[in-house]
């Protein structure tokens, strides 16, 4: 289970730092007017812009879809397939973000001055042809999310109500054998899974809810701007850019070997800058 998670973790965080890389570096281009100047960049502009997002969106049900199947259905597919699973992700984003190639163009705009100038953009018209089934698909994934990790929440709550009925039955019962000690120490053991695995799903519900949170406002704004400095739209990118940001340390915190490198690194910091041996961090 570990192995898988940490595979599909790692493509996330790959997604998002790429994602941010690409978006900060597109934004260069655009304040240098490239992107106003040659169709090619344009078009590139417009779709490299979306497909981090459609990945990391898949990739998002993909996770969901895999926890699911291990914890409810006792089903390890995932961890066969997962290689072929990032790529049928890839090329689905891949299509969906395929259309903007044909949209996205440099037009005439004119300005209150009756100046004429260059900008890359889509019509409005395109925009919202575009723009309402991705965020259509947007809601519909996030609703089988919901549905997807409603399901695991309740299969781990179930497994965990078992574990202290078998628990408590033993207590009540006084005859507490070897065999009995041993399956009561299996059954903590089991309980202390559960409880890190409702932990770690927790943890991607958020990422989840906070990906989601964070585009679809952008996603709206995108496509009901009038100007590419509209302040709704402006607020909507930042916060975006702060999701992706902040997301892959998130996936770095997850995983067990990097948190006790980190404190590792941290404690021998402390030591340095002259804190005393034992300081809690």
């Not at 100047?37 to 049900?61: E, N, T, W």
């Not at 179930?158 to 574990?163: D, E, L, P, T």
């Amino acid at each position: 289970m570990e192995n898988t998670q940490g595979f599909f973790i790692s493509v996330l965080a790959v997604s998002d730092i790429t994602s941010i890389l690409l978006r900060t570096t597109l934004v260069i281009l655009q304040y240098a007017n490239m992107t106003d100047k040659y169709s090619v960049l344009c078009k590139a502009r417009s779709f490299i812009f979306g497909l981090p997002s459609g990945i990391s969106s898949f990739l998002h049900v993909a996770i969901a879809l895999d926890r699911y199947l291990r914890i409810c259905k006792n089903n390890s597919m995932f961890s066969k397939w997962r290689g072929r699973v990032i790529i049928v992700v890839m090329s689905v984003a891949f299509i969906g973000v395929l259309p903007k190639l044909f949209i996205a163009d440099i037009v005439q705009k004119n300005s209150s001055d009756n100046h004429t100038s260059l900008v890359c953009k889509i019509s409005d018209e395109d925009k919202i042809i575009y723009c309402l089934p991705v965020l259509v698909l947007c809601i519909g994934i996030a609703a089988v999310l919901v549905i997807l990790y409603g399901r695991i929440i309740s299969t781990l709550n179930a497994h965990f109500k078992r574990i202290e009925n078998s628990l408590t039955t033993a207590e009540i019962s006084g005859n507490l054998e070897i065999r009995d000690e041993q399956n009561e120490q299996k059954s903590e053991l089991s309980q202390r899974n559960i409880l890190v695995m409702k932990k770690t799903i927790s943890i991607f519900i958020a990422i989840s809810v906070t990906f989601f949170l964070s585009y679809i406002p952008f996603l709206i704004t995108y496509m009901l701007r009038k100007s590419r400095d509209e302040i709704s739209f402006v607020i909507s990118l930042l916060l975006y850019n702060i999701s992706s940001m902040v997301n892959p340390f998130i996936y770095a915190f997850m995983d067990a070997k990097f948190r006790s490198e980190t404190k590792n690194l941290m404690t021998q910091t402390f030591l340095k800058c002259g804190f005393p041996e034992g300081t809690e961090l």
